[in-house]
């Protein structure tokens, strides 16, 4: 059975990239995941499909009416599925949670646009969700970053699974550094260990090189 993505959102044609290149596309070719994309203005119900309005109580912007979302999510979200909406406010994705996800028969992203979501349609979902504490545009660009999180955690999608299990985060630490040819490049030389063919010391060094590099860069996952 494939891995079952829906994506709510005002414009699907921003994930024309996404669906035809590269290992996400051969996903969907070999049918290892499904991309199913659901324009909620077809379920505004006046002459104008309407599916923003102006806050209540004033202020910037526009609000995304809760009534065509909604009526679109029961509409399209397969029984059971989780449903995840797509705010700055929400709680942080990390590739734990991926990997959670990626043990379910599929989820369902909801993209705001503009001053993002009526807060009543929290109501109707099962998680909300930000990528990291900044503010885009809109909730396309964080879907496709969760989708390439997840679906690359599935069996299939990513040719050498080793790769995985040696990844930052896999375990609480950042990646070690990797170096490829040539050897020496505008006299930045590759670490003589990597060069040695002995593994036993090529595995410590990169242990080494790992917990050294999360201390520098990321020293809130060493507390964790
Ligand atoms: C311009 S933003 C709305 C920002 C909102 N007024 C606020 O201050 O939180 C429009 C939409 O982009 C998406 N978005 C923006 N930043 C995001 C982030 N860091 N993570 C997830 N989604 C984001 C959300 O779906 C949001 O509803």
């Known amino acids: 059975?494939?891995?079952?993505?829906?994506?709510?959102?005002?414009?699907?044609?921003?994930?024309?990239?996404?669906?035809?290149?590269?290992?996400?596309?051969?996903?969907?070719?070999?049918?290892?995941?499904?991309?199913?994309?659901?324009?909620?203005?077809?379920?505004?119900?006046?002459r104008h499909s309407t599916v923003d309005d102006a806050p209540f109580g004033g202020g910037a912007g526009l609000v995304i009416k809760p009534d065509p979302l909604v009526h679109c999510l029961r509409a399209v979200v397969p029984a059971g599925a989780r449903t995840i909406l797509l705010s700055p406010s929400g709680r942080r994705f990390e590739q734990k949670l991926a990997q959670e996800w990626a043990q379910l028969p599929g989820i369902t992203l909801?993209?705001?646009?503009?001053?993002?979501?009526?807060?009543?349609?929290?109501?109707?979902?099962?998680?909300?969700?930000?990528?990291?504490?900044?503010?885009?545009?809109?909730?396309?660009?964080?879907?496709?970053?969760?989708?390439?999180?997840?679906?690359?955690?599935?069996?299939?999608?990513?040719?050498?699974?080793?790769?995985l299990t040696e990844e930052s985060f896999a375990d609480g630490l950042l990646e070690y550094p990797q170096y490829t040819r040539p050897r020496d490049f505008e006299g930045q030389t590759v670490p003589d260990v990597l060069l040695s063919g002995n593994h036993a010391e090529i595995a410590k060094w990169r242990l080494a090189q790992r917990i050294a590099r999360t201390r520098a860069m990321r020293p809130d996952l060493l507390k964790a």
């Open 1 to 46: 059975m494939s891995y079952r993505f829906d994506v709510l959102t005002l414009f699907p044609a921003l994930f024309d990239g996404l669906r035809h290149e590269s290992l996400i596309g051969k996903a969907l070719e070999s049918q290892t995941i499904t991309l199913e994309l659901h324009n909620w203005r077809a379920f505004a119900t006046d």
């Open 110 to 163: 909801i993209c705001g646009r503009y001053e993002g979501f009526d807060h009543r349609v929290e109501a109707h979902v099962d998680d909300v969700v930000s990528i990291g504490d900044f503010v885009l545009n809109g909730g396309e660009v964080a879907a496709m970053a969760i989708i390439e999180a997840v679906a690359r955690l599935l069996p299939g999608v990513i040719g050498n699974a080793a790769s």
